[in-house]
């Protein structure tokens, strides 16, 4: 019996076969290759002595308000350099960071750099560590070698986040504040004889300098897991905030308040009637009974609207109305509404076999819900989409018909936010350009940046209905 016991507390206390330990942060504390913690200046207090050369760039207060213990940076010329490098291993290092973005430096495409090691002389540029920003994410940039990691919720202006990369050897982890963001499979080709800059490229591109503040950057020759992460992120008792700020921010915002464009269609033109002059182009126009007022006949043309305000990347709602479709369209996806760059789609609302599709993120149907409901071919139907991340962060889709959810659904996975550019609303094509033959009436459309509810829906849907 006594036997046993033993063997039973031994067995409890005993890692299992296989099982890793979780780490600590002082069991690495001898694998540090770089630490400044700006407390006062960009001393390296981790032994190595690669002490930062700072220019243009002030002390200013911490995460915590303590004085002169982190560095402000200017967005123009503000940079610190570190040269010679910290060497980095290709089997595993690990990257932790504090960052607090201004809001004057934020912009829609790439820009910010947090840690940057790179070289772009001559014809094969290298690039060993390239911490960013795309639009409001942040975003860990793989050159070519993998898949880029973007986090998946905008950044708030103001506001204190914890980033983190861990890499073994094989795959790199993104972290902010202390929660995964994603892994992509990707080679390090470390930059020995690089400088490494914060707050810059080493190029002179004017979007890549930081604006904002930069604080506690650690590197590790040795892959952290996500434990060791958590416990850098919690460090000196901080607690990050709720990873739905932004959603749940802009939730509590009225229907008016989150309107960004309304499109009535009328006489056959494009002009935003809410206020903030999105106005749009119609193409090939033909004027049209509507459903309040007159419409536009979508055969052969399109309307678009190109605005930076249309560059909405994780809450949206789209409202219209539609009207006439023939048998001749079935065995086609007709595009609706298409929202994206020149590059690529990000958001699409299509007609196929008398159903409405809503397509989020890229050509890619896995984020693609279709109605469970089949419209009427000549009678005007009320249609809305939405999409937010909710509180945990997946996406959520939904479509309306007619003041009644007919499709919804959560992705299991954590939800990237889109990185626009150039962003272009157009009616009736597949993008800037192309509007394909159809017979499609359409009338009163609007976008809104928040998920409207049931509700607002209905109130939408009463508001012609009783006209």
């Known amino acids: 019996m006594i036997r046993c016991l033993v063997i039973l507390i031994l067995t409890m206390l005993l890692p299992f076969p296989g099982r890793a330990h979780s780490q600590s942060l002082s069991d690495h504390r001898s694998n540090l290759v770089l630490e400044m913690l700006f407390d006062g200046d960009a001393r390296d207090t981790s032994g190595k002595g690669l002490h930062g050369v700072v220019s243009q760039t002030n002390l200013t207060a911490d995460r915590f308000g303590k004085l002169d213990h982190a560095y402000r940076f200017d967005g123009v010329n503000s940079a610190i350099k570190i040269d010679p490098p910290p060497l980095l291993p290709t089997s595993g290092f690990t990257l932790s960071v504090w960052v607090n973005y201004g809001e004057s430096g934020i912009y829609p495409y790439w820009s910010n750099g947090i840690i940057i090691q790179d070289l772009d002389t001559g014809a094969r540029p290298q690039r060993a560590l390239h911490l960013s920003t795309r639009g409001r994410v942040p975003i860990l940039h793989l050159v070519g070698r993998g898949k880029d990691i973007r986090c998946t919720q905008e950044i708030i202006p103001g506001q204190w986040y914890h980033l983190a990369v861990s890499y073994d050897g094989v795959a790199y982890r993104f972290f902010k504040d202390g929660i995964l963001q994603g892994r992509s499979d990707a080679p390090f ?279």
């Open 189 to 467: 080709v470390p930059g020995t004889d690089i400088p490494i800059y914060i707050g810059r490229r080493n190029t002179n591109h004017a979007n890549f300098f930081f604006e904002g503040e930069i604080d506690d950057l650690r590197m590790y020759n040795r892959f952290l897991d996500a434990s060791a992460i958590a416990e850098l992120t919690r460090e000196n008792g901080w607690r990050p905030p709720a990873i739905a700020a932004t959603s749940q921010g802009r939730s509590a915002l009225s229907m008016e308040e989150a309107l960004v464009a309304n499109w009535p269609l009328e006489d056959g033109g494009m002009k935003d009637d809410s206020g903030h002059e999105i106005h749009g182009q119609m193409i090939g126009k033909d004027p049209v009974s509507g459903v309040r007022g007159s419409a536009v006949h979508f055969d052969k043309a399109w309307g678009y609207a190109r605005n930076a305000n249309l560059a909405l990347t994780h809450d949206l709602s789209l409202s219209f109305w539609i009207k006439g479709f023939d048998d001749a369209m079935s065995d086609w996806d007709w595009p609706l509404l298409w929202y994206g760059d020149l590059f690529r789609m990000y958001y699409r609302v299509s007609l196929k076999n008398g159903t409405i599709a809503f397509r989020v993120n890229g050509i890619s149907k896995e984020r693609e819900i279709v109605s469970r409901t089949t419209l009427v071919a000549d009678e005007w139907t009320h249609v809305v989409v939405t999409m937010n991340t909710g509180d945990e962060g997946p996406l959520i889709q939904r479509i309306f018909l007619n003041g009644t959810l007919s499709e919804e659904r959560r992705s299991q996975e954590r939800y990237h936010s889109i990185v626009p550019s150039e962003m272009w609303f157009c009616l009736g094509a597949n993008g800037p350009g192309w509007g394909p033959p159809g017979g499609v009436d359409m009338d009163e459309v609007s976008m809104y940046n928040k998920a409207l509810n049931l509700e607002e829906v209905v109130e939408l849907y009463t508001k012609y209905r009783s006209k």
